[in-house]
């Protein structure tokens, strides 16, 4: 079982920056490869970046490369999130996600644990 805490959200105009961080519960952590997911108002849940269980790959969606970047730090149990030239358009929850073992997509379904959500809110 892996609870997990997201933070860092809030409001930021655009071309600013914000950092995201999920604080994972639990001694088993670095098994699971971790992801990031957004939910806009009237949209489906969407996969934003995921990392591997060592932190030694990294993957992201098409509208957030280059100004997105996804770390982890095992020793603390936390993933993080920071988000760069940020745009109107990434107004949405963000969810952290732990994904499970057999599977090594993006997809939602994959994902056996989430957080609370948190707000990030960019203004033009």
């Known amino acids: 079982q892996v609870q997990l805490v997201e933070s860092g959200g809030g409001l930021v105009q655009a071309g600013g920056s914000l950092r995201l961080s999920c604080a994972a519960s639990?001694?088993?952590?670095?098994?699971?490869?971790m992801g990031w997911f957004r939910q806009a108002p009237g949209k489906e849940r969407e996969f934003v970046a995921g990392?591997?269980?060592?932190?030694?790959?990294?993957y992201y969606a098409d509208s957030v490369k280059g100004r997105f970047t996804i770390s982890r730090d095992n020793a603390k149990n936390t993933v993080y999130l920071q988000m760069n030239s940020l745009k109107p358009e990434d107004t949405a929850v963000y969810y952290c996600?732990?994904?499970?073992?057999?599977?090594?997509?993006?997809?939602?379904?994959?994902?056996?644990?989430w957080g609370q959500g948190t707000q990030v809110t960019v203004s033009s």
């Open positions: 639990g001694r088993t952590f670095s098994s699971y490869g």
């Open positions: 990392i591997s269980r060592s932190g030694g790959s990294t």
């Open positions: 996600a732990a994904r499970n073992p057999v599977y090594s997509g993006s997809y939602p379904y994959q994902y056996d644990y």
